[in-house]
């Protein structure tokens, strides 16, 4: 292989060189080419040390020469095992099958060569090597299939070679295969060659019911082989019965009386159609003469009513179980549209719901899986959880790298739902606690200033709502609206289940608490907001301005400079008022005026007053007449901001 890859870097380098494989081999009346460059012949070794550890494939292309599979590889494959596992060998009912054919050739034509005079001097050599044959396949059964077919004792399966032996030996139908392969035959040579030597190949019922077993248990649909089974046991008691009618006709004289068989026409399709009249007990038959008539139909009319009622029973029997699954979708849907009748539930509604139903028994052929597995043992659905959902959820981000065991525990928790088109699977600002496994189908996740914007489409395998699973404090807001694009089918996995798989498996549930961690703090970065436009001009000097305190917001009772304005200007008002009681009896008296609390220059001429050493930055603001002062300095203390103090003080009168 190194070699061969070598060859095809080269080539990829170098077009010119020819391709590595090998070429076909020229016919031996074809002349021979001529002898190739130097080049060419290195690269011949080459294909020559290629094609020998691919000595054993065989081409069937018409371009490589013809190479036949080896005697001994179809021997392998015929060659019966040591042991026979009687459930899994498709071999083995193979068989079952060739032996049951010859079962029901004699089941069927003995009794119509022993009535019927369909066996003649002239054919009799045919009659005679079909028999042989089937004897054939009774011996073979007999001495090389069953003595190898394994068997339980104790719970135990036993393959060895002796005990199988000794087990078939031992059993009843050993004796009752023996007993139907014995040649009664020779007894034709006293007495003639008569069918009814022949009787005891009937006895060979075992193989024939076990067959069916086998048959049933490998079918996808073993009901439709019940009901021509049923069939058959029924067309094989009219057989008889138009063979016993025959034999009655017969012994009577065929066309003594208006009862018997006329000896007119297909003797067969005439006494068939006697003997299904007899059993159905249509009636309209021409009435017995004698007693032997009397007797014979009445035990014709007794055994109608009891075979063929039993009959139609068991045929009632199979197609109800195979149609059990059905008849309970209809009751349950036929119930459920009688309650939303009751309660005058809206017409939509009770449509969508309709709709639900069909859709579900279409694709899965139930309404509930888990009514299914819940009648298999722990390990059985696991297994079949297994092969159909461990694919989707090992996709999951959010459990790779947890303990396998703990991942098979979910499988068996995973519930799975069908969402019709338009279906909410989850609503913006909804508690998540669940999360979402698409199994089949696609969600729409919507948004956008009306919440009909489709964000993205998610499709079969993906996942969404996995954060819920580990957010605190009983889930998280949903923030999205996520809908149901057509019918979608979703797995569903919800926080308590989880939780309780996580009891036992604590690593797991470290490694998801750090996983969630991530997400969550992925998750809960601020989206970036508008762009924030730079001052142009002088203010670009300046830096930006502080934010207004919360606690001078909360004082002011008012956000912003709307909440201070607001103050002052109530608070200026007051003043006014003051002033012009005190200028009342001082009119004459001229005294400058204190500056009010809207003059903020000689305010802030304080400042530069202060002193000259460098301080850190204050802002003062206040009113005349000491009414309201309001001061911010930084904390003494570092990382704790500023201090906002605020003074109110009455004046005098």
Request: proline letters at 6%; one cysteine or more; hydrophobic letters at 40%.
């Amino acid at each position: 292989m190194r070699e061969r890859a070598t060859v095809y870097k080269e080539k990829l380098k170098d077009p010119v060189l020819s391709s590595p494989e090998g070429s076909p081999t020229a016919s031996p009346s074809k002349k021979k080419p001529p002898p190739q460059p130097k080049e060419e012949k290195k690269e011949e070794k080459i294909d020559d040390a290629e094609v020998k550890p691919e000595e054993d494939h065989y081409c069937d292309m018409l371009c490589c020469k013809f190479k036949k599979t080896p005697l001994k590889k179809y021997l392998e494959y015929l060659q019966l095992p040591d042991s026979i596992d009687s459930y899994t060998d498709r071999r083995y009912v193979a068989w079952l099958m060739l032996v049951t054919v010859a079962y029901n050739w004699n089941c069927w034509f003995l009794p119509l060569r022993f009535v019927f005079p369909y066996q003649t001097p002239s054919n009799k050599i045919y009659w005679f090597t079909i028999d042989i044959i089937c004897d054939i396949c009774y011996l073979c059964d007999l001495l090389i299939f069953q003595p190898r077919v394994q068997f339980l004792r104790s719970g135990d399966i036993i393959s060895d070679r002796v005990e199988m032996k000794k087990f078939y030996h031992s059993s009843m139908k050993f004796w009752l295969d023996v007993i139907s392969v014995l040649p009664f035959e020779v007894l034709s040579f006293f007495f003639g060659f008569n069918p009814a030597f022949r009787a005891n190949r009937m006895l060979k019922h075992n193989t024939f019911f076990e067959f069916n077993d086998r048959l049933e248990a490998i079918l996808d649909k073993a009901y439709i082989y019940r009901v021509i089974r049923t069939t058959g046991y029924l067309l094989f008691i009219l057989h008889i019965n138009a063979c016993l009618y025959y034999w009655a006709s017969d012994y009577e004289g065929l066309g003594s009386t208006r009862w018997v068989y006329n000896g007119k026409g297909n003797m067969y399709l005439r006494c068939y159609y006697w003997a299904v009249r007899t059993l159905i007990t249509i009636g309209g038959l021409p009435e017995p003469q004698t007693l032997f008539e009397i007797v014979f139909q009445l035990l014709n009319f007794f055994l109608g009513v009891f075979v063929f009622s039993s009959l139609i029973g068991q045929m009632r029997d199979v197609i109800g179980a195979a149609t059990a699954g059905q008849t309970y979708y209809r009751s349950s849907m036929d119930n459920t549209v009688s309650y939303m009748n009751t309660y005058s539930i809206p017409k939509a509604v009770q449509n969508r719901v309709r709709k639900w139903y069909e859709y579900t028994w279409d694709s899965q052929g139930m309404l509930d899986e888990s009514e299914l597995l819940e009648q298999m043992p722990t390990k059985m659905q696991l297994a079949i959880a297994i092969d159909v959902n461990f694919a989707i959820v090992n996709k999951v981000d959010l459990f790779k790298g947890c303990d396998t065991q703990m991942i098979y525990d979910m499988l068996l928790r995973l519930k799975s739902i069908v969402y019709l088109p338009g279906d909410f699977v989850c609503k913006k600002g909804e508690i998540g606690r669940e999360m979402y496994i698409i199994k089949q189908g696609e969600v729409q996740v919507l948004g956008g200033p009306d919440g009909t914007k489709v964000l993205v489409t998610l499709r079969a395998g993906a996942v969404f709502g996995e954060i819920s699973l580990l957010a605190s404090g009983g889930g998280n807001r949903r923030t999205a609206n996520v809908v149901a694009h057509g019918f979608a089918n979703l797995f569903i996995l919800d926080k308590k289940t989880l939780n309780e798989i996580l009891v036992h498996y604590p690593d797991s549930e470290k490694l998801l608490m750090k996983k969630a961690k991530v997400l969550l703090k992925e998750k809960g970065k601020p989206a970036p907001g508008p762009p924030v436009k730079q001052p142009q001009g002088l203010a670009s000097v300046f830096g930006q301005k502080q934010e207004t305190p919360k606690l001078f917001k909360a004082l002011l009772g008012g956000k912003g400079k709307g909440g201070l304005a607001k103050l002052l200007q109530m608070k200026r008002q007051d003043i006014q008022e003051t002033q012009a009681e005190a200028k009342k009896p001082e009119q004459e008296e001229k005294k400058p005026m204190e500056p009010t609390a809207s003059s903020a220059p000689p305010v802030q001429k304080e400042e530069p007053n202060a002193d000259a050493k460098p301080k850190p930055p204050v802002m003062h603001r206040g009113t005349t007449n000491e009414s309201l002062i309001i001061s911010m300095s930084p904390s003494p203390r570092a990382g704790e901001g500023e201090i906002l103090k605020v003074e109110v003080k009455e004046k005098k009168k």
